[in-house]
């Protein structure tokens, strides 16, 4: 199984400020065909479902906002919220959809400083 | 826009069988460019992805879980089910009906793009 691991488990950040979280992969997401990571970021927050930020790596879901944003390769990947909004606190699970059995990360709780 | 409502009994003695329903609006189960899956999140644990099936019926499941895990769906009603025998405490988690993206005719799978609210069960006696 491709093993998802994320950091760090917890993170704070002041208003305002950029928060990154980081996905690694323990194999590589990247389908040398169409050159795509088979990488996927949801955010949870408490009491409902997960919904769907980014996918492909990089590619914001309709509605998200610009402040969020993906960026990696291969194995190592970082989801960044530019300006902090307090809406934004959650949790983050990063996914690969590379192979079966999907697996997500353990996910990195987002809270303000 | 399509909805997804999971429903089901909270609470399942161990060694039962869980059986959870998953009714779609809005949208077709036998949609093309998708497919449908059941994810798991135990208290404090991260997401588990139990499985997925077609609207044609095929299913693929995750093979920690394939012994124990049947899902189908009735494209009269356009809902989805689950059954998972043999339950333990681990089991105890909130189960989410999940829509998947996919290419046309589904050979290749993608991200996860429509969630149900989700419902939680419990395995005690």
């Known amino acids: 199984d491709f093993v998802m691991t994320q950091s760090p488990d917890s993170l704070a950040v002041s208003l305002g400020e950029r928060a990154t979280i980081n996905c690694n992969s323990s194999?590589?997401?990247?389908?040398?065909?169409?050159?795509?990571?088979?990488l996927a970021w949801y955010q949870q927050k408490p009491g409902q479902p997960p919904k769907l930020l980014i996918y492909?790596?990089?590619t914001r879901q309709s509605g998200v906002p610009d402040r969020f944003s993906g960026s990696g390769s291969g194995t190592d990947f970082a989801l960044t919220i530019s300006s902090l909004q307090a809406e934004d606190v959650a949790v983050y699970y990063c996914q690969q959809y590379y192979s079966t059995p999907r697996t997500f990360g353990q996910g990195t709780k987002l809270e303000i400083k | 826009q399509v909805q997804l409502q999971e429903s089901g009994p909270g609470l399942v003695k161990p060694s039962e069988t869980l059986s959870l329903t998953c009714i779609v609006s809005?949208?077709?189960?036998?949609?093309?460019?998708?497919?449908w899956s059941w994810i798991r999140q135990p208290p404090g644990k991260r997401l588990e992805w139990i499985g997925y099936?077609?609207?044609?019926?095929?299913?693929y499941y995750n093979p920690s879980l394939k012994s124990r895990v049947t899902m189908s769906v009735d494209t009269s009603k356009n809902q989805l089910s689950l059954r998972l025998s043999s339950v333990t405490a681990a089991d105890t988690a909130v189960y989410y009906c999940?829509?998947?993206?996919?290419?046309?005719?589904?050979?290749?799978?993608?991200?996860?793009?429509?969630w149900g609210r989700g419902t939680l069960v419990t395995v005690s006696s």
């Open positions: 999940v829509r998947g993206a996919c290419n046309l005719s589904c050979y290749q799978h993608y991200h996860f793009d429509v």
């Open positions: 492909w790596a990089s």
């Open positions: 194999q590589s997401v990247l389908y040398s065909s169409n050159d795509k990571n088979y």
């Open positions: 809005g949208g077709s189960v036998n949609s093309d460019s998708h497919y």
């Open positions: 099936i077609y609207g044609s019926g095929s299913t």
